[in-house]
Structures are given as C-alpha cells and as structure tokens.
C-alpha cells in the first residue's frame, strides 16, 4: 500500500520550516489548538489535492507564514519575498498504477543523485517575473498576482490530478457549518471516486437537461431573447449528495453524518489512500466514538490514517505508537515504544496520557491523595505568583497506584520534564534503586524520602506537620484502626491512611499553613529550574 | 538473463511476435522507432493482451528518451552548462544548426559543449536529432535513466532495430549493455530504406550479414535467424521471385499458399488496376501526388497489402530478365522491401508504360 512518508513544510502559516515523518497506518496527531496540526493536514491536502489551483491569488495573503511576511516588509527585496514549499515523498510500489511519473530526483533539497517517489508544490515568484514585480516591491508589497503555483512529481513532470498515484481524503469534523462540510466532502469523495467517468457524463448530463428544458416549448421573448439554461449553472459535481436510504445525509443529524462520513470514505476501493479525520470526537458521542474507533482499526488496516485529536480515548484507543506530538515547528513521536508500553496505555481509559503528552513538565504523582495536595503545595510554596503551576506548564499526574516507570519511558522519548513523587515503601532497595536512576537522568528525576522511616507519604506529612494533624485529626478514643488487620500504636496516622483523601482535603479547608517535607522541597525546586 | 536480437525477414510478423511473445503479467517495455510502428503494435497489443496490460509500455524511442533520460534530470544541466535551472517542453523537430555549411564553418552553430547545442532558444525544446548525443556525452544521466529503467521494466523490446542510426544507435548500444533481458527484432535487409540517414553507424562498417552479425554479438547479443526467418505474408511465388531478384534469401511461411507474379503491359488492364482500391500502388516517389490510392516505397516499410502494383523505375527495366542485378545495396534493400508488400498478388509496370498511360489521362 501506498502512503505519504514525510513532509517538508516550509513558509506555510505557522510553519517557517517543518518536517515530519509519518507512519505507514495510523497517525494521531496532538498538540496545543494553535499547535499546527489542521495546518499539516491543509498541506497535504494543497499538495495532493491541488486545493488553491484555481483560486484568486490574494489568498495566499493568508497563506504565508507571517514570519516570512515580517521579513519582507521590514527588508523588501525580490529574495525575501515569501514563499511556499510542499514536499511530499511518498512509499508506492514500482507496480502501482502511475508510480512510474513519481519516481525521480526533483525533491526540495534534492542532492540530485537519490530518486523517490513524491510531488514537490512550489508558490513563488518566478525568476522571469524579476524586472516586472521590482516596482511592487519597492513599495513593499507582496505581489500576489505575480505568484505561480506549481505542482510537478518528483521525475519533473507536471503533476496530473487525473494520474494520481496516492489520493488523499481529509475529512473535517471541526467545522461547524454541517451543510458545508457535507456538501464538499460529498463532491470531493464523488470527484475521487469517479473523477474519469464524470468526464464523459458531464456533456450528456447538459444535453439532456437542455433537451428537457426546450420540450417545454416557451414561447420567445423580445427580439432575439428567449429563456434558456444557464451553463455555468450546470455543475453536475455541485448537486451531487450521499444518500443513505434514500435519505440525504446532511439530514440524518450530526453524530451518525459524521459516521457514515467516515465508514465511506474508509471503504473506499482505491488501494493508495490517505485518509485524514480532524478531531473526530467532536460530533460523536462517546459510544459513538467507540464504534468509530473500532471501525477505523478494523477497516484501516491497510491503509495510511492521519488523526488530529483533543481526546486520549483516540490515543490510547489507537496504538500508542502512532502518536506525533506536534508543537510550534518541532514534533516527538513516540514509535520507539516498546509493544508492551504501548498496549498498558492502550487499555487504559482515561485521559492522564493526553495530559501526560501535551504538558510542559510533569509531576507523577502515586494517587488521588497526592494530586489533591501537591498542587495546593505547589501554589503554597509559591504563593508570590499567581496560578504558579498554570504559568510554569506544569500538570500533576496521578499514575492511580501503577508504575510510573511506564510513563518514564514516555518522557524519555518526548525528553519532557518529569518529576516522581513516590514513595520509598520502606525499602532500602527502592531507595538505592532511585538514586541510581537519579544519577544516570537529567530530565526525569524521582523523589523519595531518604529514610525508610518515612516510608509512606503520610508518614512524611504527619512528621513535618505534627501540631496541625494533632489539631485537625479527631479519632475516637477507642477506636481500633487497623491497616491491613494490624493495628498501630500510632492511631492518628492509622486514621489518615484510612482516610487519605478526606485528610488531604481537611488539611487543605483548612487554610494552615503547612510545612513541606524535605523530599517534596526538593522536587518543587528541581521541576521549577 | 535473455538478451537476443532476431533477425527476420519481410512479413514474418515481427511485430507479431513481440506483441504475442510477451508476458503481460511482466513489466515490459517497447521501443519503436516510428511512431506509424507504435500504433502498429499498440493495436497488436490490444489484440492479443485484451487491452494493453497494466505494466506494459509502448513508446517510440525519442519519447521514451525525452521522458526517461532528459527531462527529469535537466535540473543537473545547470551546473554542467553554465546556464540557469530550466525545465523543456517538448521536442524539436527543427533541424539544428550545423557546424558547417558548403565546407564554410557556420557563425550561428553552438559548439556540443554549449546547452544551446542542444536546446532551441531559452532551453523550450530538446532538438530531438540531439538529443541522444546529449545522453551519451552525460554519464550521470545515463546512468539515472538506466536505473528508471531497471526499476519499473523487467522485459524490454525494441522493434525495428535496424532504424536506429548514428547517436541513437550509439545510445542504444550503451542501453542494451546495462540490461538482463532484451529482445531486439529488426531485418538488415531493411535498413536505409527510410530516406534521410541512409549511412552511418553501425552499417557503414558492417555492410554486410556477415559483419553485422558478428558485430552485434560482440555486443552479447544471440543472433536468432530461425524465429523469425519465414515470411508469413508473402505467397511461395512471391518468395521465390524476391529471393531469385534482390538476392535476398526469403522463404514463405505457407508453402501451399498462391499468388501471380505478373508485369502488367496491357493498357486496358493497367486503367482497372488503377481504378481498383484493392490494388495498391508503390511508387518510388510522388505517390501523394496522383488521383489514384498510393504509397511511396519507402513509406510503405512495414505495411501489408492484398494486392499491390509497383511501378518500376528504369533502373530496374530489366527484372523480369534472368541476368538481373542490382549493383546498389540501398537499392536492393528498398527494392526488396517494397516487393514484400503484398500477402497477394504482386503486379509490375515498367515506368515509360505508366507515364505514357498516366500523361494521357492528364
């Protein structure tokens, strides 16, 4: 199969220079809302699609990158004029129908000896167009109409939308115009699927209707003038729809639209697709969402899928592997995750893992209990700033009881600033296990106590903050707390691991002032670096 | 590994052969030099394949050059040149200026080290009488086309081998070498029959069977004379009075099959004749010019007819008598060729006879 194997964007919206590789299947991008990902996804589309061919050059107004745009107007010269370059390689097989006008050495940045497969888009002034435009610069101004917009393969050969060899779908949930959407996807997927045979049914499709129109026999107007069927009208593309039992389905409500959107595209025949869906949790409901997920990667298995996404049941419904974190002009992918990483967070079900990613730093925390109290900590301890943890990137993230090496190995990948506050669990093994870590990793750094004294979090709490616990936690006098069937003789940190979360929340209603333990101190101050 | 080149004789179906011989399932790829040959095969193709197979292409030589050994690497000519990145668009068949004219050194050629040596004004077009020597005098380019060229085809065929002339076949030579699996066909007996480049390499040197043949296997090449070595179109009677005429040794496929071999005197018979469409006529130029249906001999290389009438030069007066000789290897092949038209009847007319007719009725 066929599939789109990386991209070089340069001077396209938020993209000064850009370049991603992507998968063979699955690609799911995440990144910030103005991180780039429908901007990827455009360019694709431009480079595959020929979207701005024929449209009215002032448009590329909102095309170039405003950087390029800033340079040329602060140093207006022919050279910094601003431009754009798409470049697409391709994987097809020597076999696939058309791969042959693919193959060759005009690539961006060719070093004129390697072929491959691919379409190189270029938007920019040509050479020749020099002497015209260099009045229009002198005024600094960008001299749209003097742009040419130029689509050739690979092998140098102008690029034919009638002979491609890998077609590309994007399929947009994001907006919100439903009648729009519809109707372009509907024209675009019957364009691709039946492009060569609309040829021949477009003439007959005006005869007949002009045939059916002067049966009616109306009588003439004035003079020469007489009522006729406007040609430009006559689009047959334009009022082609979907029907699904006969029913249009732009009609059907939103959420099952968007279902059968997809199911269609994804059933296509043609052998080298690339199918883009942007954030397709926006108009389904979560079982709806389920259903398409499973659609996708039972239908899809053959074929390249790009998938933009706010939500981590996509991500981690999907293969962990496939995620390409994108943000401002660089993008992590975390393909390097060993399968059996990869799987734990598919089976997980929450969205700690999308945090995870699209957080600056991190601090993993062991449960419920931590993530309540470490931030009001952190916003303590740095009460001079407002909304400290926000301003710094920083996201607490429960690991929910479960090994928070996992995670590591994600941040090793991402190179992300993580921080672990874990617990030592009275063991000396553990603890010479951490500092070992420690020493071998600077982005990711774990905290622990340094005595198995303290081996639990509790313990730690109850040992800096002895008169505030003494005050806020009340326990029966004869009560008996037992943790795991034995009782302890201290009944007051017996009742606060029983009751971590009410304790933390106590401790927090409280409005005391609360002193750190050491170990935590150290880690605010490490992630804060 | 594969690599032949049959040789065969008029009508023995050498577009026939490629065109049947071929495995659709492979990558194939046929080089002709004419494009009336390309369409010769294409529809033979289509015949016997049911259309044209998927991984199968069909394209004349100049084209296939253009497209696969120019064109997407024009880009590396800028440098090599000295001139700005260019991207033609198309083939000239202008001729180019030459070095000399009438013995005089010409003030407007480009010498061969120049891009306009090459291209016509502002890089626009490839002179296509060029643009072979702009491949062989380019060895990164040659070497990107052959690896194209091993990539998407597996099988290759070149049709009417003898055709290729000069730098073209120089190119070739150098193609044909790189490759595993090449079948060429063509027929010496052919060659300079076309008109214009009726010397040159390789028939200035191997000027005859003999030396060709040895030739061509220093190349590697098997030589196949059997395959293709009986002519499918023409009749026993035909074969015999071709091979007794032109010394040209060729056989008929069908040994049972009939025709006549007739000079044609009678002036009444002559009028029917050239009223009859069936019947086509070869003349040795100036066909376009008469009221009746018409081809020139050298036009007429790879056609087949039911029926022809060759009019005959006066060079050629005494065919009909047994010490006939032509002196001329050009000319025996073109009269050989032309001969061999017919899968009918063959008739001849003396020349005098068909202008006396043919002044008359003007």
């Known amino acids: ?529 | 590994m594969d690599k032949r080149i049959i040789l065969a004789k008029a009508g023995s179906g050498k577009t026939y052969y490629i065109c049947n011989n071929l495995n659709p399932i492979n990558k194939n790829l046929i080089i002709a030099y004419t494009n009336q040959n390309i369409s010769n095969i294409v529809n033979e193709v289509s015949k016997a394949h049911d259309g044209i197979p998927n991984h199968t292409e069909i394209i004349t030589f100049h084209s296939f050059i253009y497209r696969n050994f120019i064109r997407p690497y024009e880009l590396l000519f800028s440098e090599k040149y000295n001139c700005p990145v260019f991207r033609s668009k198309g083939v000239s068949f202008v001729v180019p200026e030459p070095a000399m004219i009438k013995g005089k050194f010409n003030s407007k050629y480009h010498k061969n080290n120049t891009i306009k040596h090459y291209y016509t004004y502002n890089c626009e077009q490839v002179f296509l009488s060029r643009m072979s020597d702009l491949v062989v005098k380019n060895k990164e380019i040659f070497l990107h086309g052959i690896s194209y060229m091993k990539k998407f085809f597996d099988y290759f065929y070149i049709d009417e081998v003898q055709d290729f002339r000069e730098s073209d076949w120089k190119l070739l030579e150098m193609i044909i070498q790189e490759l595993d699996n090449v079948v060429l066909v063509g027929d010496f007996y052919q060659h300079s029959v076309s008109g214009d480049n009726n010397s040159g390499i390789p028939f200035r040197v191997n000027n005859t069977l003999k030396k060709y043949k040895e030739y061509l296997t220093k190349l590697g090449l098997t030589v196949d004379e059997l395959t293709l070595s009986k002519s499918r179109r023409c009749t026993k009677k035909v074969c015999e009075f071709v091979s007794i005429k032109t010394k040209i040794n060729i056989e008929p496929f069908n040994m049972s099959s009939t025709s006549e071999v007739r000079e044609i005197s009678d002036r009444e018979e002559l009028i029917n004749l050239l009223k009859d469409d069936l019947v086509m006529k070869l003349l040795l130029r100036n066909s376009h010019k008469q009221y009746f249906k018409a081809i020139n001999w050298g036009n007429s290389k790879g056609d087949t007819y039911d029926a022809i009438l060759v009019v005959l030069p006066s060079t050629h007066k005494k065919i009909f008598d047994e010490d006939f000789e032509i002196s001329s290897e050009i000319s025996r092949n073109k009269l050989y060729v032309t001969l061999t038209r017919t899968r009918g009847d063959l008739l001849i007319v003396q020349d005098e006879i068909f202008k006396e007719f043919n002044e008359k009725i003007l």
């Open chain 1, 1 to 529: 199969m066929g599939y789109i194997k990386n991209l070089r964007i340069i001077g396209f919206k938020r993209f000064t220079d850009f370049y991603i590789s992507l998968n063979e299947n699955t690609n799911i991008f995440v990144g910030d809302n103005e991180a780039g990902k429908s901007t990827i996804i455009e360019a694709i589309d431009i480079l595959v699609n020929k979207t701005y061919e024929n449209f009215d050059k002032y448009i590329l107004g909102e095309l170039f990158n405003s950087n390029a745009v800033a340079k040329f107007k602060t140093n207006p010269s022919f050279e910094n004029l601003p431009r754009i370059v798409i470049s697409g390689e391709f994987e097809l097989k020597n076999t696939d129908r058309y791969s042959k006008d693919y193959y060759g050495i005009n690539w961006y940045g060719s070093d004129k000896i390697t072929s491959k497969y691919g379409i190189l888009f270029e938007c920019q002034v040509e050479n020749d167009m020099k002497v015209d435009v260099a009045d229009i610069i002198r005024k600094k101004i960008i001299p749209f109409e003097y742009y040419t917009l130029k689509w050739d393969t690979f092998k140098n050969e102008p690029y034919n939308k009638l002979k491609k060899a890998l077609s590309f779908v994007p399929i947009d949930a994001s907006n919100n115009n439903s009648f729009n959407s519809v109707d372009f996807y509907s024209k675009r997927l019957f364009l691709k699927k039946h492009e060569e045979k609309m040829t021949i049914v477009k003439t007959d499709f005006r005869t007949f209707l002009d045939e059916s129109f002067s049966n009616l026999k109306l009588e003439l107007l004035e003079g020469s003038k007489k009522f006729g069927l406007n040609h430009k009208k006559l689009i047959l593309e334009n009022i082609v729809g979907i029907l699904d039992d006969e029913i249009l389905i732009e009609n059907r409500g939103k959420g099952l639209e968007k279902m059968i959107k997809t199911d269609l595209s994804i059933e296509s025949k043609s052998e080298n697709d690339v199918i883009a869906i942007e954030e397709p949790e926006n108009h389904l409901s979560h079982t709806n969402l389920r259903k398409m997920i499973h659609n996708i990667q039972t239908k899809c298995a053959d074929k390249q899928l790009i998938i933009t996404t706010h939500n981590s049941l996509i991500v981690s419904g999907l293969s962990l592997k496939n995620v390409i974190w994108i943000s401002e002009n660089t993008k992590k992918t975390l393909d390097n995750l060993e399968p059996d990483d990869s799987d734990y967070f598919m089976k997980l079900e929450n969205d700690n893992l999308l945090r995870f990613i699209l957080a600056n730093k991190v601090i993993l925390v062991e449960g419920a209990t931590e993530q309540l109290i470490v931030p009001y900590l952190f916003e303590m301890e740095n009460s001079s700033e407002k909304r400290a943890l926000e301003s710094e990137g920083i996201d607490v993230i429960s690991c929910n009881g479960l090994s928070y090496k996992r995670y590591l190995k994600i941040a090793d990948i991402l190179n992300k600033k993580v921080a672990v506050m874990t617990d030592n669990d009275g063991s000396d093994d553990k603890i010479s296990e951490i500092v070992t870590y420690n020493n071998s990793n600077t982005t990711s750094k774990i905290f622990t106590p340094s005595s198995i004294e303290e081996h639990t979090w509790e313990v730690s709490l109850k040992k800096e903050n002895e008169l505030l616990i003494d005050e806020l936690v009340k326990i029966q006098p004869n009560a008996k707390y037992k943790i795991n069937g034995i009782e302890l003789e201290d009944k007051k940190l017996a009742f606060m691991l029983l009751n971590k979360v009410d304790v933390s929340m106590q401790l927090i209603n409280s409005q005391k002032k609360i002193s750190i333990p050491n170990y935590l101190k150290e880690l605010f101050k490490w992630i804060k670096e």
